[in-house]
């Protein structure tokens, strides 16, 4: 098994930063992907951002330039900085684990952006 633990979130103003990080611990295989999707009341989960152990990432394109994923792979541990947030922003953002056929997700964190 995999567990995530994420923390960061909160609320900040349009126009501000927030960071998010992950760490998973567990039964951790490689290859694997390590990434963001949030979900906004009435909408559907998407992606935000992934990054391989080998660096490859991927992004909406609405973040593009604004969000920036990151990974530690000796600390299994994912980040993403959030530049220039905006309202549309708003949501409950969960880290992920995927490998093989396996998917693991984290509890959630809040992110508000409001003035």
């Known amino acids: 098994q995999v567990q995530l633990v994420e923390s960061g979130g909160g609320l900040v103003q349009p126009g501000g930063s927030l960071s998010l990080s992950c760490a998973a611990s567990?039964?951790?295989?490689?290859?694997?992907?390590m990434g963001w999707y949030r979900q906004a009341p009435g909408k559907l989960r998407e992606l935000v951002a992934t990054?391989?152990?080998?660096?490859?990432?991927n992004y909406l394109d609405s973040v593009k330039g604004r969000f920036t994923i990151s990974r530690d792979n000796a600390k299994n541990t994912v980040y993403l900085q959030m530049n220039s947030l905006k309202p549309e922003d708003t949501a409950v953002y969960y880290c992920?684990?995927?490998?093989?056929?396996?998917?693991?997700w984290g509890q959630g964190t809040q992110v508000t952006v409001s003035s």
């Open positions: 990054m391989t152990n080998g660096g490859r990432t």
């Open positions: 992920n684990l995927a490998y093989f056929i396996y998917d693991f």
């Open positions: 567990g039964s951790i295989r490689s290859p694997n992907t």
